[in-house]
């Protein structure tokens, strides 16, 4: 019987212009263990050891010092062999360990007699560092969970994450930022003050496989750039948990086209000034912009205020419809934003009729608070020929579910599939690294954007997008709702992440940044 050929990916940079697998910490565990019963004993710490030790050279190849902190377990190993080899090449180590040598698994103890016989340099306290050298962060891992608490903590441990945290010098993660959740990108109890922005540039090298954690929640702060090595393990043979979005398909456009084309997007909203001094006609308005500069063919805008028209000179391309005259199973209607309390009343009829349909902002909030819009809500997912989108927050997607904001996003990913499930729809849950998530669908998380995007509106913008997207596509369904969410949703990310200019980014100027 021939041989099999080895599997050789290497090391990968993780960019957001290309789709990944996402395997969360039990398959992992699986894939972990598969590979170690078919390998020489000690073969994948020092696969990883060798990775880090790569990596680490690479991002500070003229360092004076490299500071190792190393835990008590498996991932202290994987540092500690890195350790003796960038030792043995002769550059400036210096490792912290938290481990015994009586509680160390048996890898992780080789790895530390490896370090001990190579003369590695222990030491009680971290040196000092400067922006030149490099903090690497060998601590904990991946078996951290929500419900898992550091028992007794070393008090050294937070001291040390502390100050790679405050350190000039950047850090480099193995396999996962310590105190992170790898499902989630939520931090273990115990773990929540290091939530937010570090002093200087952090990577991860993710082992075996990506963790969602790492593009979600607090994770794409807690990681920085993601790399990838999977120490010539093949992955691909086991289910992945979820995939990070890559960019969408350019659709090329027939010369001989017009523009019943590219499909038709009514948007509904934009809650007028006199109903209860609260004017939101410019969320709708944006909207329709946004679908507009996305290349729908004809957008109609139905205000919910008849004395708005006078606002629209900048947008004469624009059509302006009463809801009455709307004929809604035409095109994608976008039915919410702005629309205040006012929507209410419209959405039994756009539940019903529209075939394509994004519902966003108060049209969430107000099936929240009605238990016979939900039920028509879910009465969609039964007919094959609809396609439905909800584009919900934290907060909008925790009433649906009748919990917390915090609980959402305890476990995005969990939430946003609870949701697709119970509405039989695709949910995109906004955020960091939003989700993207359907019923019989492995759910996506979009590795765009950037903080430019809080600010008021660009939900907005999405939603018209989003709308545009689902217009443009041949037929309504399931899957078409589906990839027209991801597909916006990486657009509308792209343009921030490609802001460059002096202006700064306002949801008027990322609608108008927008393409087909």
Not at 214 to 230: E, I, M, N, P, S
Not at 341 to 350: E, Y
């Amino acid at each position: 019987m021939p041989a099999r050929r080895r599997h050789n990916a290497g090391m990968q940079r993780i960019t957001a212009h290309q789709s990944y697998a996402l395997h969360d910490t039990a398959a992992t565990r699986r894939i972990e263990a598969a590979a170690a019963a078919a390998l020489p004993e000690h073969t994948l710490m020092q696969r990883a050891g060798r990775a880090t030790a790569r990596l680490a050279l690479a991002l500070a190849p003229h360092a004076r010092r490299i500071w190792i902190a190393c835990g008590g377990g498996n991932n202290g190993g994987d540092g500690l062999e890195a350790a003796m080899l960038l030792h043995r090449a002769g550059h400036p180590v210096v490792v912290t360990w938290l481990g015994t040598p009586a509680t160390l698994p048996a890898d992780a103890r080789q790895s530390w007699q490896r370090a001990l016989d190579a003369g590695v340099h222990f030491a009680g306290e971290p040196p000092e560092l400067g922006a030149q050298d490099l903090c690497v962060d060998a601590l904990l891992g991946i078996g951290l969970s929500a419900q898992t608490r550091a028992h007794a903590p070393d008090p050294r441990l937070p001291q040390w994450l502390a100050r790679m945290q405050a350190s000039a010098a950047p850090t480099l993660c193995v396999d996962l930022p310590s105190g992170l959740i790898a499902d989630s990108g939520q931090y273990a109890p115990g773990f929540e003050a290091l939530a937010g922005p570090a002093r200087s540039a952090r990577h991860t090298l993710s082992l075996l496989t990506l963790k969602p954690g790492l593009f979600t929640a607090h994770g794409r702060d807690a990681a920085g750039q993601v790399w990838l090595d999977d120490l010539d393990v093949d992955a691909h043979a086991s289910p992945a948990s979820a995939r990070l979005a890559g960019p969408p398909t350019a659709a090329a456009r027939p010369h001989a086209s017009h523009k019943g084309s590219h499909g038709d997007v009514a948007v509904i909203g934009g809650e007028g000034l006199g109903a209860r001094g609260l004017g939101m006609t410019g969320a709708a308005l944006l909207a329709a912009s946004a679908a507009l500069h996305a290349g729908a063919g004809r957008v109609l805008l139905a205000l919910l205020d008849d004395g708005a028209s006078s606002a629209l000179p900048e947008l004469p391309e624009l059509m302006l419809r009463r809801v009455e005259a709307l004929r809604l199973e035409q095109g994608a209607v976008v039915c919410g934003c702005g629309g205040g309390a006012a929507v209410a009343a419209r959405l039994p009829a756009v539940l019903q009729q529209a075939q394509r349909l994004v519902l966003d902002a108060d049209a969430l909030n107000a099936i929240a608070a009605d238990a016979e819009l939900q039920r028509l809500l879910s009465e969609r997912g039964r007919h094959a020929d609809c396609a439905t989108v909800l584009t919900p927050h934290p907060l909008e997607a925790a009433r649906l579910l009748a919990t917390s904001a915090a609980a959402v996003q305890a476990d995005r990913l969990a939430a946003a599939q609870a949701l697709a499930d119970r509405y039989q729809c695709t949910v995109l849950l906004k955020g960091s690294g939003s989700i993207i998530a359907a019923p019989g669908q492995l759910p996506h998380i979009n590795p765009t954007g950037n903080a430019l995007l809080a600010t008021g509106g660009t939900g907005d913008v999405l939603a018209g997008l989003v709308g545009a997207r689902l217009a443009a596509g041949p037929a309504a369904s399931a899957a078409a709702a589906f990839d027209a969410a991801t597909q916006a949703c990486w657009q509308h990310g792209a343009v921030a992440d490609d802001w460059r200019a002096p202006q700064a980014l306002t949801a008027s100027r990322l609608a108008q940044s927008l393409h087909p």
